[in-house]
């Protein structure tokens, strides 16, 4: 049995190493989506990584806290903006009931001045006559 090579057998650890390129996907993901429709700066944010546990959520532990100081600004006009909206109507309705006064004010007054003018007609012209041009036939 010449030419085979041949080799002792001894018990221990065999280490064996492969390497091996690839990506890695998890089982389970959740995608986080912020529902604020504008873009916002973040204030603070959790470190890259932490793992966030069932307690974490019941506690409701904030993940990313944003800067508020531009919807702060923007909600400060818009009530600005509305209070004078509203002043603006509440005017534009007293000035609806001020026209709606003078316009009852002058119908009475030219019904007024209608009724002066027919009965001065009918003591100028007779009733009868008045009458007939007024379009009041007896």
């Known amino acids: 049995m010449s030419g085979i090579e041949t080799f002792t057998v001894r018990s221990g650890p065999l280490d064996v190493t492969v390497v091996e390129s690839g990506n890695l996907e998890a089982i389970e993901s959740q995608i986080i989506v912020s529902e604020v429709s504008r873009n916002m700066k973040i204030a603070e944010i959790i470190e890259e990584g932490t793992n966030i546990s069932e307690e974490d959520v019941k506690a409701k532990k904030v993940l990313v ?60 012209a007779g009733r009868k006559l008045a009458d007939r041009v007024i379009g009041k036939e007896p």
Request: net charge negative; glycine share 2%.
């Open 65 to 124: 806290k944003f800067d508020a100081k531009q919807l702060d600004e923007d909600k400060y006009s818009r009530e600005s903006d509305l209070e004078g909206n509203r002043s603006m109507l509440t005017e534009a309705k007293e000035a609806l009931l001020i026209q709606k006064s003078d316009n009852e004010s002058s119908i009475r007054a030219a019904e007024l001045a209608v009724t002066y003018a027919t009965n001065d007609l009918r003591k100028l």
